[in-house]
């Protein structure tokens, strides 16, 4: 997903419906409060979660900003733009779910090559024992 904070576009790798432990941890570690109630605020567009969320960012980008410095105003970012950004990305990675499921792939291959080919015989040798199946 691509989220932009003060015109910067950052990629980052969020799924709500594929949440790992670590992530979840991280985001109870900086919002200070249950993954789900930061999740619900988030997502009913609390300015304090989106902060969490721009401190998260930042974080995996490699800057140290701390969710106080932005709830002081120290720091400060557009939230709508960087809130937009984030449905957006929700929107898209939605669509493109709906899409593969409207669309499935083609069967598989099969896990062996067809008889007769250089690496499978056409025929069992006689000498072969026999299963009792």
């Not at 120290?74 to 929107?91: N, P, Q």
Request: with cysteine; glycine share 6%.
């Amino acid at each position: 997903m691509k989220i932009t904070i003060n015109g910067e576009e950052f990629a980052y790798d969020f799924d709500f419906s594929h949440m790992p432990m670590s992530e979840a941890l991280a985001i109870e570690k900086v919002a200070n409060r249950r993954y789900v109630e930061w999740e619900m605020a988030f997502t009913g567009g609390g300015a304090e979660a989106m902060a969490v969320f721009a401190c998260l960012v930042w974080s995996r980008d490699g800057r140290d900003v701390k969710v106080e410095d932005v709830l002081s105003g120290k720091v400060d970012f557009d939230f709508s733009e960087a809130y937009s950004s984030v449905i957006a990305g929700i929107v898209a990675a939605r669509q493109e779910a709906m899409a593969a499921a409207a669309n499935p792939t083609s069967p598989a291959e099969p896990l062996t090559v067809p008889a007769g080919t250089p690496s499978t015989p056409s025929g069992t040798r006689a000498s072969s024992p026999r299963s009792s199946a």
